[in-house]
């Protein structure tokens, strides 16, 4: 109860303090307009309405320390066009619109003549026909970071003006697009690949990416396939389990990479199929494979079943008389586990050349602990009792909420551990998934 308490004052502090933020932001920003901060008044003001929108001293307060702002804004704009400062002027009138369009959130007017609209647009127009001349000077001279930062700086003023998204998107990609290039001429084919997928998935098909992509997939391909594993644990299946999963799954990840094949020996290829050999060879050993079924064990825990009576006492009332009667009850708990020893390589069938090794050492087990009892398990409670038919300073009633809790936890605890079956599925599919993974981040490059 004390807790609860505590909890709703806090909540009441929280919502009386919330209540009451609207007046604090308006009574700081009247001391700033009393100095004459307008900027910092009207920030002021705002944060007061957006606390509540329909307080009237923020509202007037915001109207007029705003007007003071934007009226200066203007000014610097008109100071700006006047000086032929064409970037200034543009920047100061983004600047004065902005505020406005904040302050209208709030529902704030503000009073703007309209002729400094048609003065933006004269400047903007003469600063955006020099900036986008230097932008094409730049890419002309192949300053490609300088057109990008010009056409940026265009777009976002002007997102339609002339042709400067095309523009843009040339000084991004086309150094992508000569580097990509230039992977290929150094055989990385699978870098030329990414950076050709980013110019189309932005750019769609900037000179021809498409097909040069396509020709840089084929050339960085490695055709895989899975020779038959070795087994030298007794259970034979697991051959072609793990094989069957590791194809699978090559299979399933889409890989740009990667295209499996089906295993021939090299007796059996001729001359005429000697074009279809796969470009590497992954060989596998399974080199142990071990199991212990564990056995279940049991220990007789002592206890006390809680019973609650209720009586009248002499005034009528109704009482709860609690007592303990001395239990037992069984603990069980048991541990099973699998464990493979497993190891792959990728041999490149041209040169002999281990591309990748790895040796797994790979362990799986499953374990329970419950507890059993044939009474009214809710009612039992933990603790230790030296004779059940006599009291002892030795007898202990744990009765507490944690100790409780965990024997509540132990009796309705999972009580069947998985099958040696389930146990090996899972570690044929860890070792099958590792070997998958171990391949497909496999990069010659």
């Known amino acids: 109860m004390k807790n609860f308490t505590k909890y709703f004052v806090f909540i009441l502090i929280l919502l009386i303090g919330a209540s009451c933020s609207h007046k604090r932001f308006a009574k700081k920003a009247s001391k700033f307009e009393e100095q004459g901060m307008y900027q910092e008044a009207s920030d002021l003001y705002y944060q007061s309405l ?50 406005e369009n904040k302050l209208k959130q709030v529902e704030i007017n503000l009073v703007v003549p309209p002729y400094y609209t048609e003065y933006y647009n004269e400047v903007k127009g003469t600063y955006l026909d020099d900036q986008y001349f230097e932008g094409v000077k730049k890419l002309n001279n192949e300053d490609f970071s300088g057109a990008e930062r010009i056409f940026a700086e265009i777009v976002k003023i002007e997102p339609d003006y002339k042709d400067s998204k095309e523009k843009l998107n040339i000084a991004i990609y086309e150094p992508k697009y000569r580097q990509a290039v230039q992977y290929m001429g150094n055989k990385k084919y699978r870098s030329a690949y990414y950076l050709f997928d980013e ?27 899975i020779q038959d594993i070795t087994n030298h644990s007794n259970k034979s299946e697991l051959s072609s389990q793990i094989k069957s999963k590791i194809i699978n799954g090559l299979n399933q990840s889409n890989d740009p990479f990667l295209k499996v094949i089906e295993y021939v020996s090299d007796s059996k290829y001729s001359k005429a199929t000697k074009s279809t050999q796969p470009d590497a060879i992954v060989k596998a050993t399974i080199h142990s494979f071990n199991f212990d079924l564990g056995r ?14 209720r009586y009248k006492d002499g005034e009528g009332k109704t009482q709860t008389k609690t007592t303990y009667q001395k239990v037992q009850y069984e603990e069980l708990s048991m541990q099973r586990s699998a464990m493979i020893k497993f190891d ?61 809790r965990a024997l509540q936890d132990l009796l309705n605890a999972r009580t069947k551990i998985k099958t040696m079956d389930a146990l090996a599925e899972e570690l044929i599919n860890e070792v099958s998934a590792q070997t998958v993974n171990r391949i497909i981040n496999y990069n010659p490059e």
Request: proline share 1%.
């Open 50 to 99: 957006i606390a509540k929108r329909s307080y009237i001293d923020a509202q007037v307060g915001l109207k007029r320390t705003g007007q003071r702002v934007v009226d200066k804004m203007y000014s610097n704009f008109m100071t700006a066009y006047n000086q032929g400062n064409n970037k200034q002027a543009v920047y100061h009138y983004i600047e004065a619109e902005s505020f």
């Open 199 to 225: 110019i189309i998935a932005n750019f769609g098909n900037y000179k021809e990416s498409s097909d040069l992509k396509n020709e840089s997939q084929k050339a960085a391909t490695i055709r895989i396939a």
């Open 296 to 309: 279940l064990k049991k220990e007789t825990k002592r206890g006390y079943l809680e019973i609650k009576t």
């Open 344 to 404: 792959i390589s990728m041999v490149d069938t041209r040169t002999n050349e281990i591309l990748l090794t790895k040796s797994f050492n790979l362990n799986n087990k499953d374990q329970i602990h419950y507890a059993k009892y044939g009474g009214k398990k809710q009612d039992l409670v933990p603790g230790y009792w030296k004779n059940k038919s006599t009291e002892s300073d030795e007898d202990v009633i744990r009765s507490g909420h944690r100790d409780r």
